[in-house]
């Protein structure tokens, strides 16, 4: 059987068949209890399991993770939710010295299964703070895995294989596209491995490498090209690890590249997948590798993020620059 | 009876008077005299360990070390007032409450020698890692204090920071998240008067660390963190309450062990540019070694040939683990790349694929500085 469910409703159903199916799985932060989650992310689990499972927490970012770890190394699962991801800068202590280091400080004694849920990027018109993309940060980090799913059939898999993961899996949630669209979604649980890309669009002059909420206009561009440019657009949906194979496959086969994210330029993902193509396939290289990203200023206020974000002309630009080169 | 956890949280718990003699009114706590010897010798081992351990880093045998003599009393104490199945969560100076724990000596030493394998704890031993940056090892030992009273199990999680640590938002979320979910945690400050260079009066402006408890709606006690029977007693007490707390009461306890560094806060570090002699040398008169040995003598339960015998027998233990240390090979440079991960990632195996050729081609010694 299957539902037709949004990708926030993707989140929920994906706790609800994984709590219902292995009783160390818990759910704490703010509000994410009787609320069910300022996106209702977490709808109902309260009350189908209980405040011992779904955890109301006091507001204190670092208090959630660093109990988490706690809670993760003494032989729970749980799911910490940050309400935005831009709060986790207080958690990041938490996160990059204990979560992502104590499989090596204690030589493989203590792990960290957790599933670090928080709510990322822009387009909603929140207030300052709300929008940022900065999984950058995570994935420089070693011992982190990091996810960022497109589809509510994605999100599902992905969430129930992060928990299953035994490793700290930082999973955002491209809150753009938490409702605007929906999908069948399988009920029970199932996997969507981490660790592996999939192609959305198969196309022979260009390879454009994208993920969240970027997916849907980079496909919206590749639809409007169309009659001039056969672009194949990779969804990478797992950021670290990342698939290479699949950035390395697709390049060899179309010779040039674009990346899109709504994250800064400097030091985004985009350079490091451009790095991969120089180093892995230079010889199939018939153009320079484009990027088409956010910018590299503060996030503004939301009277001009449609302007900060990358959107179907801006994409479709850019892949024009790449191919004509 | 009242609790000695319900008090003042500025009238400081004292059993053994600096002299060694019992404070006038003052009972002695329920321990055996085999446990009370057993706890001097521990104290004697840490320190013959800490200033070996200084030596060896002044020689340039070790890598930067953080002392902890002065501390002796609080630590070994509170240790031993843990029953088996509870939990220890150091900061990076509890190397005398984790050889209590079982953590033997030449594992202290080869962290503090730069190998991971410092790090590898025996399977049984109920023991966290070392935690480095301030504080933050606090709402890890809430964490698993509270998955523990999930799972519905009867442990105590005891947690060590300094008094510099009381400063971090990770010491306020811990304790309130501790006073909110109710969690099984013992909060034990060694409160050494000095975080590096900024003195506990600049760390707070609380008339106690112990009265910070109030705030988070659980009992706070100061106890002489020099004095090892109080501070057994106290600790005890405070183990005993997260097991089986009164109707009224809650479970975590915050207990600020005033006490004394009597070194430096790393081997990196120079006190002398910012503390007193005097200040060091009136701490001294309240060393828990002498203090507790006096006390073993004049009870009778120690006799001076039982002191040179333990003397010895440390001295001897600390010599062999410095050699255990020592022999131990330079870790195999693969051991940097396992345990990121449960499964080593493909990208990483590269990596290390890499360097493992790169090894084979131009050997170790063109890789290793002089």
Known sequence: ?325 | MTSILHRDPDSRVRILDEDGSLVDGATEPDLEDEQLVEMYRYMKLSRHFDQRAVSLQRQGRMGTYPPLSGQEGAQIASAFALDDEDWLFPSYREHGAALVQGLPLEQTLLYWMGNEEGNAIAEDTNLFTVAVPIASQIPHAVGAAWASKLKDEDKSFIVYFGDGATSEGDFHEGMNFAGVFDTPTVFFCNNNQWAISVPRERQTASKTIAQKATAYGFDGVQVDGMDPLAVYQVTREAVKKTKDPEEDELRPTLIEAVQYRFGAHTTADDPTVYRDEDEVERWKQKDPIPRLETYLLDTGRLTEADVEAITEEVETAVADAIDTAESHERPEPTAMFEHAYETMPEHVRDQLETFETIRETYGDDALLEE
């Open chain 1, 1 to 325: 059987m299957t539902q037709n469910l949004t990708l926030v409703q993707a989140v929920s159903n994906g706790l609800h068949d994984k709590m219902a199916e292995d009783d160390d799985v818990i759910v704490m932060g703010e509000d994410v209890g009787k609320n069910g989650g300022v996106f209702r992310a977490t709808e109902g689990l309260y009350d189908e399991y209980g405040d011992e499972r779904v955890i109301d927490t006091p507001l204190a970012e670092s208090g959630i993770i660093g109990t988490a770890i706690g809670m993760a190394a003494y032989g729970l699962k749980p799911v910490p939710e940050i309400q935005f991801s831009g709060f986790m800068y207080p958690a990041f202590d938490q996160i990059v010295s204990h979560a992502a280091r104590l499989r090596t400080r204690s030589r493989g004694k203590y792990e960290v299964p957790m599933v670090l849920r928080a709510p990322m990027g822009g387009g909603i018109r929140a207030p300052e703070s709300h929008s940022e993309s900065k999984e950058a940060f995570y994935i420089h980090e070693a011992g982190l895995k990091v996810v960022i799913p497109s589809t509510p059939h994605d999100t599902k898999g992905l969430l129930i294989s992060a928990i299953d993961d035994p490793d700290p899996v930082i999973f955002l949630e491209p809150k753009k596209i938490y409702r605007s669209f929906r999908e069948e979604v399988p009920d029970g649980t199932y996997e969507v491995p981490l660790g592996e890309a999939a192609v959305r669009r198969e196309g022979t002059d260009i390879s454009v490498f994208t993920w969240g909420a970027m997916t849907r206009p980079t496909l919206e561009a590749a639809e409007d090209l169309e009659e001039e440019i056969d672009v194949e657009v990779v969804d990478l949906r797992t950021l670290s690890p990342l698939d290479t194979d699949a950035i390395v496959e697709s390049f060899q086969k179309t010779g040039r590249a674009a990346v899109v994210h709504e994250a800064p330029r400097t030091g985004g993902l985009g350079a490091e997948i451009t790095a991969i193509i120089q180093e892995e396939a230079l010889l199939y290289q018939e153009a320079p590798v484009k990027r088409i990203t956010g910018f590299d200023v503060p996030y503004p206020l939301y009277a001009l993020e449609d302007y900060y974000l990358p959107e179907p002309a801006r994409i479709a630009h850019g892949i024009r620059e790449a191919v004509d080169f």
